[in-house]
């Protein structure tokens, strides 16, 4: 078998790698031909296209739904734009060629006499003045990629923001180069710069930057026709605008030596500046609205508004997670029921679901977006590092950040304050609940080690719960007269003359507390409270164990351990009978059983309740938890 892979052949941003992505598997034998190959691989790569630009199918969401197109409008299903007209040329080895040129050799001939047991495909870049291959590198429309590039060559001051990890650095640094390889093409040198801006810049740094770099040129030095600078400002969000650029915002439009303005550092005047008329201003603004500003100041500046709602930036990570699956598989996509297939599903409603909850309890600036996703590690039979993945991106950096800004909310400096700490406490408490509990793949006493290692888990010391199994509640109560006959442990029924016992000395569990009903010592004898379902089907079948154990063989009668009581046929005891018989004690048979021997049946008949009391309480006081002193609601 021959994989097919697409490779990123050009790097738009110099510090990322090169990415070969496997795609599909080609089986090639000798009576291939080249027709005949470039038709199978164009079917796999149609097909690939289609499905990576629809994104991993989720339980939260479906892929087939009318969802926006590129432009805006509502269309079918979302795509790349990637069509076959995309590719360049294919490659085995060092041997390429062009769709429609082929070589004399067969392509098994050239497959067996390469190495690499793979074909390349490359799609057409910037180089060649089109966006396929930056299309299939970002996972963004081509269409919505060629829209940025129209308003930073168009206006060359263009600010991207929204919520963090929306990949606006990337989009800026992407669309600088791609600004770069055309001024390059058009005979200009371009240089890249970039600035990133703190809480600590001063408007002095950043009007010194753009001298030293050529942006902010004297009133009385010419303008260079054959440069073209481009600067990336990152972190705007950590400025307040008007006063760091000041008199530079009068110099953005228009710009060039007809619009000199004076600068001023500090109430004193520098000297008149203007802008270059070819310096292209990239920013990029970690806020989810750019309200706040004069609408004079916005007007001078083109926003793009990346939302975690809408594409490109709603399907990015299920698009993302789908091409590593297939990758991570060798080319073929893995079955629902693959256990990496449950956790990266999982990760994809992790990241819906905890934007929703943050949402909900009034923190939208605080909506993370996928790419802080990107990096969750999908290898075939893997499962365990996706998890463990989670957990730290969890306690490392979502946590921390949900902390912050609930505390910063609170309007109060002291972070340390017991009621801030128990609001953020909650805050954590109910995105943990919402976000990672529902869908987690792991089940039993694995799944609960694991939920306890997230922050926010025990932070009020109540015990995590599936939402398919019912919570504990210590105040609900059951009487103990609504049993059915299908019951979980027999009743005990001790002889009395001329009366039987009274419903208030037995203990029955009904059929209904074979899920989640146990006794709790100490409480009124007529009562159960519901408890967990471990809890409430084991301790049954122990204190079952130790009425056993408690009782002795004698030749087919049953004695109890209190001295001078024995219990037979007589006694109405056939369900504890059965149950000891199922319990593997050897039940012989043997003749009736003799009636109690003790005239002062009064006296017998209460040793046996107080025994039998005693019972219970050894036995349950290991398996009744005490009760939780905190909850949500008194937080």
């Known amino acids: 078998m021959c994989a097919i892979c697409i490779e990123t052949s050009e790097s738009i941003v110099p510090e990322s790698q090169l990415e070969c992505f496997t795609i599909g598997l080609l089986k090639i034998n000798s009576e291939l031909g080249w027709s005949e190959l470039e038709g199978n691989i164009g079917d796999i790569i149609t097909s690939h296209f289609t499905e990576v630009g629809l994104g991993m199918r989720t339980k939260k969401t479906n892929k087939f739904d009318q969802i926006e197109s590129p432009d805006g409008a509502p269309s079918g299903p979302y795509s790349l734009g990637l069509t076959l007209n995309s590719i360049k040329q294919y490659s085995i080895g060092l041997h390429s060629w062009s769709p429609g040129t082929h070589s004399e050799k067969s392509p098994f001939e050239i497959l067996c006499n390469n190495e690499a047991k793979q074909i390349n495909v490359e799609l057409f870049g910037s180089s060649d003045s089109c966006h396929d291959n930056l299309s299939y590198q970002t996972l963004i429309p081509i269409v919505t990629i060629q829209n940025y590039l129209r308003l930073v060559e168009q206006y060359k001051t263009v ?55 050529g942006c902010l040129i004297y009133s009385h030095t010419p303008c260079p026709d054959n440069k073209a600078p481009i600067v990336i400002l ?11 650029f000041a008199d530079l915002l009068n110099a953005l439009d228009p710009r060039g030596p007809e619009n000199c303005v004076p600068l001023k550092v500090e109430n004193t005047t520098v000297g008149m500046y203007y802008l270059h ?7 990029t603004m970690d806020r989810s609205r750019s309200t706040g500003l004069e609408l004079s100041i916005q007007q001078k500046f083109r926003w793009v508004h990346c939302r975690v709602a809408a594409e490109p930036i709603k399907g990015l990570l299920s698009r993302h997670m789908y091409r590593k699956l297939v990758d991570g598989f060798s080319g073929r996509f893995p079955p629902s029921d693959d256990q990496v297939y449950k956790a990266v599903e999982w990760v994809i409603c992790v990241w819906q679901r905890l934007n929703e909850g943050l949402g909900k309890l009034g923190l939208p600036e605080l909506v993370i977006g996928p790419s802080s996703f990107l990096s969750c590690p999908i290898e075939e039979n893997k499962s365990k590092a996706i998890i463990r993945w989670l957990s730290l991106l969890w306690n490392h950096q979502i946590a921390p950040a949900v902390c912050e800004a609930v505390i910063k909310g609170s309007g109060s400096p002291d972070t340390s304050a017991q009621g801030q700490q128990k609001v953020a406490n909650t805050a954590l408490y109910v995105l943990m609940q919402r976000a990672i509990v529902s869908g987690c793949p792991l089940t039993g006493q694995e799944k609960e080690r694991y939920l306890a290692s997230f922050h926010g888990s025990n932070e009020l010391d109540i015990q995590m719960k599936d939402k398919n199994k019912p919570r504990s509640s210590p105040s609900r109560q059951l009487p103990l007269t609504e049993t059915s006959s299908d019951s979980l442990l027999p009743e005990l029924h ?22 989640n009903v146990s006794f709790q010592p100490g409480a009124s004898t007529n009562t159960v409270s519901v408890k967990d379902e471990s ?4 301790v049954p079948r122990k204190y079952h164990r130790a009425l056993v154990n408690n009782t002795v063989n004698t030749g087919g009668m049953y004695v109890a351990p209190l001295t001078g009581v024995s219990q037979g046929q007589d006694q109405d005891l056939p369900d504890l009978q059965n149950n000891v018989h199922d319990s593997s004690v050897n039940q012989r048979e043997g ?45």
């Open 535 to 538: 809890e409430s089907i084991y």
């Open 159 to 213: 600010v991207f923001y929204g919520p963090c990890s929306t990949g606006k650095t990337y989009m800026a640094n992407i669309l600088g180069h791609c600004v770069q390889m055309k001024e390059q093409q058009s005979g200009n040198t371009a240089e890249i710069y970039m600035f990133n801006f703190t809480g600590k810049t001063t408007r002095r740094d950043f009007y010194n930057f753009l001298i030293e770099k």
């Open 277 to 283: 008329s070819n310096c292209y201003m990239i920013g």
């Open 591 to 635: 003749p009736a059983s003799p009636r109690l021997v003790n005239n002062d049946r009064n006296v017998q008949l209460q040793r046996i309740q107080n025994r039998t009391q005693q019972l219970r309480n050894e036995f349950f006081k290991d398996f009744t938890p005490p009760r939780n002193s905190k909850s949500p609601s008194s937080v």
């Open 234 to 244: 990152d972190g705007m969000a950590n400025i307040t605008i008007p006063d760091v």
């Open 494 to 515: 001790v002889p009395s003359s001329p009366k039987r016992v009274s419903p208030e000395s037995k203990a029955s569990f009904s059929s209904n507390a074979r899920n």
